[in-house]
């Protein structure tokens, strides 16, 4: 019995933060459901211990719900990484105004970010994300048992991980909106030569009408590579599940 409590407390846990199950548009019953199915087959993977005399229950709980999420917030962080992208692009689009409620996460957020989280979303799940997050909950009793009393962080989430994944949200983001940074850049030259060449020309509004225009068909051109370039991103962490 107490075996699967633990079990189940760390899959709530991960599911807090991890991509796919942190949704607000996944139902709390769905994710008990999958926490429950979870519990009755990895209890009988691991093969539990009894717990050790005199340990705290208590304490046991929390701990094993504080490894879930650490283990939800790192694979989290990496899709993060793409949807700074968008954040990039939808800046140099001149989009900044243009917000959306996410009702994910009930904030404001940019229209070519949460279409960039979504599409890293969809190509997590199409490469084997979802059984890469279910391998490091398994995985994860190895690393902390669950009536441990010291969380393993160095295990998890070391300083070369984070400064790995930190760094990733601005190389990534950088390869992502690359292309549609140096088509508006382009754009932004052209203009400012017809602003000295020709002054009567409104050149503020038209730069309104042609980045959007512009940066929305870079985007379709260049939307296969991208896939591409996500696609090897997150391929290149399935490693460290």
């Known amino acids: 019995m107490g075996a699967g409590i633990m079990v189940f407390v760390r899959f709530l846990g991960l599911a807090r933060f991890a991509p796919v199950f942190n949704g607000k548009e996944v139902p709390t019953s769905i994710r008990i459901s999958i926490a429950l199915i979870m519990t009755v087959i990895v209890t009988m993977l691991i093969k539990p ?11 046991c709980i929390l701990l094993n719900y504080a490894f879930g999420a650490v283990i939800g917030f790192v694979t989290n962080c990496i ?30 957020v940019s ?42 962080l160095a ?8 400064i790995m994944i930190t760094a990733n949200i601005l190389f990534m983001g950088m390869q992502i909106a690359g292309p549609v940074l140096l088509a508006t850049l382009s754009q932004d030259i052209i203009l400012g030569i017809i602003s000295k060449t020709a002054p009567q020309v409104n050149v503020f509004q038209l730069s309104f009408l042609f980045k959007p225009i512009m940066g929305a068909l870079i985007l379709i051109w260049i939307l296969p590579m991208l896939v591409h370039v996500i696609h090897d991103y997150l391929i290149s962490y399935a490693k460290i599940f």
């Open 111 to 152: 229209v070519m970010g949460n279409y960039f989280k979504y599409l890293g979303l969809l190509i997590f799940i199409q490469v084997g994300g979802i059984y890469w997050i279910f391998n490091a909950f398994v995985r994860s009793f190895d690393i902390f048992p669950m009536y441990g009393t010291v969380l393993p």
């Open 79 to 108: 899709l993060q990484a793409i949807a700074s992208g968008g954040d990039m692009i939808n800046m140099q689009m001149g989009l900044s105004s243009a917000m959306v409620l996410d009702p994910a996460t009930k904030t404001q």
């Open 49 to 59: 211990q009894l717990p050790p005399a005199g340990s705290s229950l208590i304490l």
């Open 155 to 162: 295990q998890v989430a070391n300083m070369d991980y984070l």
